[in-house]
């Protein structure tokens, strides 16, 4: 004989067979539950609570040894040690729930729960007679209810789920699996069971887009995707594309168009390397900065381009995909994480849920480096935050030869420092698996900060940035249009046939995106009266490529000891994910977004003087002490 | 000086000059409250609570009297001896506000509360500054609490309005009229003051639809209109619909399409009556039967056509009118009345908290005579209910000159009983006033009834319904089809150039209208034990227009004193007035959706045999003693 068993607040339920323990339930149904003295009723950490006490095995004598008197009476049990007898509500309390994890490729690792906004519930409705005449709706939530599914006291239909009801609970004999989205609303009636459930992650970036398909039972990421964002065409940062809105009567709406044609084109991308169906996906959690999040949803980002910089709205915002023309499942949502501040956007809320400086003791600093680089600096007792203007070099955009980290990029660079000879190395193809060296097509953002980091260390570039000229290098010359510059590699080695350089306005890119970043850090520093960084996360969509002692190299961070300098990857995105598959994490970027001080460095007194001493290599002023060895072997000239 | 007043739950403020009391500045800002004495202070009917006891002047030694220990320590105060000297929040409480009444052409008197679904609050924001750089959707929200006004604590904002927030505010230099939905979501926002509100209340019916247009803070209707049903062209009644849906591909989405085209007519046609702008109109309450509900929603109404009449969906529903494709405010709502069962709709809801039978300790029918004709019969201990296929026949439908209650319709008709020659009423058009007298161009649902009857009386037409061959009169003829017909009007006498005529086929589609009703009533008579009726109320489009004796005449009544029979017009269209300038109205109605009981009439075992006896005038074996008078004089052929 088999009893319905129904584990809350994770929403799994099945048929168990009676006998069984709680426990046992639970690791058949994947209900993440602690017990790590392995169901021997000795740890006393899979304490569960159970209202039909009728339905379970009578309390043992170990268990009244370890539950206390009150839990006792709170109906507190022992998953091990309980034996099911009928069918059962069984409740995990947040200390018995055993956290998923997620691991980064970059080795960081992030725990959350499983508590998706969309939960899906397999129910079988008692069909309609003369005697029971209720309505389909009625129906349905009565037998959610005799299932002891949570729902809101008001809770509602989508309209078209609404219309396609009578159908889908006739044609799959009134057996059902209905998608709940934050317990109030019915976005999807399903035939039969449906077990899985999709979702997307996406980071919506100046010039770069990147999404996570996730399914939301699990917690794991089962495709990525990325693309560039094509509003590039109408301008390089923020602020021109603010400017395109306000000078064409329909700029923000081609704006708009385009962005959410490129998270269509995501969608779709991810649903095809899943091989699901884009209607299967029923939620999608944006984050973006200020501006882009405004001109996604159709807001005017006119008045956040000057000041105050007041934006529009802050909080969260859900709305239906289709009211947006986002091709999921139409009555599926998009949730915008909440805003901080001006151009501090729901992507630094993402990194901020993800890395969670506000709930560390160390003071840490985290660099986000996108067209608009964001960084953190703080801990528990406060964070401050700051938005800079870095524009889109480190991402390998306005680089001559810049590209995204795809195949064919140039990720890591080193110079021999004798010879001036690079050794490159390029992203791998992960569709072809061919022996042979991939050919490079361009430098994606972490070959540049290399390529300029080799060409210093190398003595090819001078301390303000300017080629050497006087460096006898087969490889240093001067390009078309006058200027010098210096071959990565010969068009013989890359696969477009063209010599790949690295130009003295690549370099100077790079120094205004690094002098930027530098500055702002630096200030924050000042605010917390802080002169060393114990710690430093460097996000970004670059990902691991990133070489660390480079980044010190150049300058693009405060000094440091490069072993306490971590690499995050899209921690944007990972903050994103965690929002899609973890409902706490939504109220934790609604805390984070108000607990963080946002600081206009720009306004500062002493920013210009902070950034013109940022602009050299690998600092006009501050000394970098962690990397002194690299530095003094430099040759000057 | 001026200080802001707030009147709750009205949600009525504004500026008042301090020194005047709470009860002039209820009247000045339109708050209906009680004040039998003038403001004497000697009745003790204007009680209010006010919490800031700093900003008016002390108790009286006449409020001392009046009001108890408990008033008074509860911050109750008497509205005229309570002058106010700053900023105060007026809470009104229900023994003191003033219902307001509607007074029907009929002479029905339904009072109710103005308490609408949609309220507009004035509101002046704080300017951002780089100090204070809220964004503006807080700052919106701050304006609104600062002013006392109620708002749920999940606010939120609808999509299309956030978008157009930034630019409405500063625009209308941070002054602004916000429109709220259920105190829980932002509809609109709108520069500067706006004092009035609009909605719409639609009946839609079967052939019919007529539309009711009202202003939201005084209840008042200011425009109504009507059209045919142009679903008409897809078959006469809720069956033949059902089967179109089923049976073409795009049947459903036709149809509902066909609604939504009617609706739009008419919200465009009560608008330029009233010259205001459709995007003004900011809800729209819609009463229908469950397959029209089911259509306009575009949910297949397959399921209640067949046994076991499973609706989809009874509890009320509220859709946005852009989704629906209703070109009100693109944020505006569509309310659903609840449904009851089968056939019985959100109509015959609608007509119960017009008429309210569950709160009486009369007992009282009910008729409604439309395509499908609703019976309700009962009091405050139970209220039974019944659907009856009518036919269209009693609203103008599927009689050869029958038409809609409007200008040119024959609404009444006197047959001479020797000279067998009619006197005809024809409804004036109110738009042209001109002296000569109007001319026909058909016969409404009024118009019929008293046709059938008064031939009926004349003995022109059997008991049996067929034309008396035997009669000398010159109207009677055999038309173009060979059968019988009466002659209403002479060609000339009308505006269409045609003898207008009462057909054989007319009159067994009105005997087949009237003995469904009939036979409906008599069956929850029964199932009450109940062998009369003490009052009727005749509900229906063709309004005042009705003649009571002569709806006993043919029967389609059970016998009752004519003095208790009241025509209250359209009684489904008056309870969607109510639902949409009363929010208690629609919980009301969800109760009573409930509270009625159905009764499947045709599945009764006496119904045929009911039916039968009810196609005769005005019935085969029933007595009419109440009319025995006009009955016995009628000649017997």
């Known amino acids: 004989m088999k009893s319905t068993v129904v584990f809350q607040p994770a929403g799994c339920r099945g048929m168990i067979s009676c006998g069984n323990s709680v426990l046992t339930a639970a690791r058949e149904l994947g209900v993440a539950m602690e017990a790590p003295c392995g169901g ?44 099911i007898y009928g069918d059962v509500l069984v409740i995990v309390p947040p200390e018995s729930s055993l956290l998923n994890q997620v691991v980064l490729e970059t080795g960081t690792v992030r725990p959350f729960s499983i508590n998706p906004a969309v939960k899906k519930y397999y129910v079988e409705l008692h069909k309609p007679t003369l005697a029971d005449c209720r309505d389909d709706f009625s129906r349905l939530k009565a037998a959610m209810e005799s299932r002891f599914i949570q729902l809101d006291k008001q809770i509602t239909i989508d309209y078209q789920v609404l219309g396609s009801l009578p159908d889908v609970l006739r044609q799959s004999d009134w057996k059902v699996t209905v998608t709940l989205w934050q317990d109030s609303e019915i976005v999807a009636v399903e035939p039969g ?101 405004h001109i996604a949803l159709h807001i005017n980002p006119q008045y956040i381009g000057s000041a105050p910089f007041a934006a529009v709205i802050k909080e969260a915002v859900n709305v239906k995909a289709r009211e947006l023309g986002i091709k999921i ?46 960084i953190n600096f703080g801990n528990s007792e406060g964070v401050l935050s700051a938005s800079c203007a870095t524009g889109p070099a480190l991402e390998g955009a306005q680089i001559k030869f810049g590209m995204r980290a795809a195949p064919g990029a140039i990720a890591n660079i080193s110079i021999d420092r004798k010879t001036k000879e690079p050794e490159i190395e390029v992203i791998e193809s992960l569709v072809d698996n061919k022996t042979c060296l991939p050919r490079a097509r361009g430098i994606c953002g972490s070959g540049i900060i290399d390529a300029v980091a080799e060409l210093f260390k190398a003595g090819i570039i001078r301390k303000d940035g300017s080629f050497n000229k006087d460096i006898q ?129 720009a306004a500062e007194p002493n920013f210009q003087e902070e950034f013109l001493q940022a602009m050299y290599f690998p600092h006009g002023r501050d000394q970098f002490l962690h990397i002194a060895g690299i530095i003094d072997k430099i040759p000057r000239s």
């Open 40 to 83: 021997g009723a000795v740890c006393g950490k899979c304490k569960v609570i159970i209202n039909e006490m009728s339905n379970v095995s009578p309390v043992t004598e170990k268990e009244k040894k370890t539950l206390s008197a009150e839990e006792l009476t709170n109906n507190y049990r022992l998953a091990c040690s309980t034996q």
């Open 193 to 293: 069971k449906v077990a899985k459930s999709y979702g997307i992650a996406v980071d919506v970036g100046t010039t770069t887009i990147a999404a996570y398909l996730c399914e939301l039972t699990t917690g794991m990421t089962i495709a990525q995707a990325s693309c560039m964002n094509s509003q590039v065409g109408y301008g390089d940062d923020v602020l021109s594309r603010i400017s395109y809105c306000v000078t064409n009567e329909d700029g923000l709406a081609k704006l708009q168009q385009l962005i959410i044609a490129d998270i269509n084109t995501l969608v779709s991308n991810l649903s095809d390397k899943a091989t699901i169906n884009p209607e299967d996906i029923l939620e999608i959690v944006l984050v973006f900065n200020t501006v882009m999040h």
């Open 329 to 374: 499942a139409a009555s599926g949502y998009i949730h915008c994480l909440p805003l901080e501040a001006g151009f501090v956007g729901a992507d630094n809320v993402a990194v901020l849920i993800a890395e969670q400086p506000h709930r560390q003791s160390k003071m840490s600093l985290i660099v986000d480096i996108g067209t608009n680089g964001e």
């Open 473 to 601: 290098c087969s490889r240093l010359r001067k390009g078309a249009t006058g200027k010098f510059e210096y071959v990565l590699a010969w068009a013989a080695e890359t696969a477009i046939d063209q010599d790949i350089t690295i130009t003295q306005k690549d370099i100077r890119a790079v120094q205004l995106a690094k002098a930027a970043l530098y500055a702002g850090a630096k200030i924050l520093m000042q605010k917390k009266g802080v002169a060393e960084v114990e710690c430093i996360a460097l996000a970004g969509a670059f990902g691991s490529y990133i070489n660390k002692v480079n980044a010190l190299v150049i300058g693009m961070i405060p000094d440091c000891d490069p072993a306490s300098v971590v690499a995050v990857g899209n921690a944007a995105g990972e903050g994103a994910k965690l929002a899609l598959c973890d409902n706490e994490k939504r109220s934790e970027a609604q805390e984070v977004a108000r607990f963080v001080q946002f600081v206009e460095t």
